[in-house]
């Protein structure tokens, strides 16, 4: 999510470090800010808003050069995107600065007790209290990497760090867990950043930081130890792309990065949800329970990819909670003068938040004395600012206009929403929620998996360029994994795709299955839903008898699918609800691959934007 850089070298390290926040403003645009350090003090900028509110704030008030600094462009998660919650973040004296992204999942145990030494906590973050920890480490052992690695062994949860201290000019100090930090190597100087974007303009040497390792920058060298100060094993490479492709990761399309992204996307919104005694906990919801408790339906409005993601939440919701649940097109929802009162719960899903016929939806619903829970991935938008309440996604910033972590991680953030409902409702167990929660932890391994498998997929997406058409069958949760494949489809490949309801086939639909024709199925699980699992084996073999071609989705072990699959995608096995979550990754990169065959613009298909902000 936020973008992070730190410099140590013979250049000025402002310029150093403002250049590359330019380059990783993607990770995040809530605010910008940096550090440098310089006369044997620190000097400091941070603005709200997007990287030119800081640049323009350091030009109208210049800072002193210095040749140690550090920078971050901010992707709000605790507190809003203001001037205080900005980053860096200062000690009480002053002279510590350090940056962060990720989630520190203990902070408010920290925070208080800081409180009660007697330490002013200024920011509603929880990155701040990192700053207060490393002053107290570092006056008592006078080394800031060894205050790093006192301070990490403290922290629960995942994080970058970098910090600076004034007693220490020439030093940069870096740590990682489970977030992404990276050690650019030149002559006589270093660079620490969150992607080598940063600082491939000046170094395509880097070093990769480990789990749970803590780095340390001078001028003459890096040492790199783990948090327990041991030393650590190195890996160096070499970076082998350009500057405006290293903007992509290396890969040739955001959408190819984001797709690859998204086990650690997943990961991300479920941090910070469990509490100590292992109770599901969402903060962002401040829906008073006795108001959840007395809920008597749910209305999920969304659009597009969302909207998807809101039909499979019907199947959690309904299952966990035993509430009545409606999926509507947000804009289509107002229109037809929905019923609505204040036993009603609104669910309204948008990646951007800004939204135009989802934020009408909001507004509508609201007026009619509903209560609204915004799911969404940015922090500060309109649609979680006019809702009564928000639960986060933590995708990170989504470039390509085809959604796919963002949509992964609306299921997720989903699934918890009907699973805290189940909780608070009573409909739902400790243990049986905590199960859930452990099948979801799992998630993200399975997606990695299945991401290791995907170069058929792709050769069959390659053969099938000259296509026309291409349907989609599925049922239960699997029918609306039909409908987002055939979206993605239509997106990015321009082709005529539908997807329908695998038991509507004969109803219609199976009168345009034509000799070769593509179908896509999605077969649900024959341990879950078995009687489902038959009948849609059935449909198989009624398409291929007549001449269609099929490509059948699967999950492992499932042998009865093999004599009528023309291809056959594997996926890992996963409980019935959770399904969508790993096969409806082989259909992005199905739809990417035809796409890039066909010779599209993949990351900003024609006629489309990323926010819809108009009706």
Known sequence: MCGIVGYVGGQSALDVVVAGLKRLEYRGYDSAGVAVLADGGLATAKKAGKLVNLEKELKDRPLPSGSTALGHTRWATHGGPTDANAHPHLDNAGRVAVVHNGIIENFALLRAELI????????????????????????????????????????????????????????????????????????????????????????????????????????????????????????????????????????????????????????????????????????????????????????????????????????????????????????????????????????????????????????????????????????????????????????????????????????????????????????????????????????????????????????????????????????HVGYPVALEGALKLKELAYMHAEGFAAGELKHGPIALIDEDLPVVVVVPSPRGHSVLHDKIVSNIQEIRARGARTIVIAEEGDETVSPYADHLIRIPVTPALLQPLVATVPLQVFACELATARGNEVDQPRNLAKSVTVE
Not at 217 to 222: A, Y
Not at 286 to 312: D, M, N, S
Not at 341 to 369: F, N, Y
């Open 116 to 475: 009660t030494r007697g330490h002013d906590v200024v920011s509603e973050t929880d990155s701040e209290v990192v700053g207060h920890l490393l002053a107290e480490s570092f006056s008592s052992c006078g080394d800031l990497a060894e205050a790093m690695r006192q301070v990490c062994r403290r922290l629960e949860g995942a994080f970058t760090l970098v910090a600076v201290h004034a007693d220490e000019p020439g030093v940069v100090v870096g740590a990682r867990r489970n977030s992404p930090l990276v050690v650019g190597v030149g002559d006589g100087e270093y660079f620490l950043a969150s992607d080598v974007t940063a600082f491939i303009d000046h170094t395509r040497a880097a070093i990769e930081l480990g789990q749970d390792q803590v780095v340390e920058l001078r001028r003459d060298g890096v040492t790199i130890t783990d948090f327990a100060g041991d030393t650590a094993d190195v890996r160096s490479y070499h970076v082998d792309w350009d500057a405006s492709a290293a903007e992509k990761g290396g890969y040739d399309y955001f959408m190819l990065k984001e797709i690859a992204e998204q086990p650690k996307a997943v990961a991300d919104t479920l941090l910070g949800r469990i509490d100590v005694a292992g109770s599901l906990t969402l903060d962002e919801i401040r829906i008073p329970a006795e108001v959840l408790r007395e809920a008597t339906k749910v209305v999920i409005v969304a659009c597009g990819t969302a909207f998807h993601a809101g039909l499979i939440a019907k199947y959690a919701i309904e299952h966990w909670t035993r509430i009545p649940c409606e999926v509507e097109l947000a804009s289509e929802f107002r229109y037809r003068d929905p019923i609505l009162d204040e036993r009603t719960l609104v669910i309204a899903i948008s990646q951007s938040g800004e939204t135009m016929d989802t934020l009408m939806a909001v507004r509508h619903a609201r007026e009619q004395g509903a209560r609204v829970l915004a799911i969404c991935n940015t922090n500060g938008s309109t649609i979680p600012r006019e809702s009564d309440a928000v639960l986060y996604t933590h995708a990170g910033p989504e470039v390509a206009v085809a959604s796919t972590k963002a949509f992964l991680t609306q299921l997720v953030a989903c699934y918890l929403v009907a699973l805290y409902l189940g909780q608070v409702r009573g409909t739902q167990a400790g243990d049986e929620i905590r199960a859930v929660i452990r099948d979801l932890a799992e998630i993200s391994t399975a997606v990695e998996r299945v991401l290791e498998t995907m170069e058929p997929v792709r050769e069959l997406a390659r053969s099938l360029a000259a296509k026309n058409t291409v349907l989609f069958l599925g049922r």
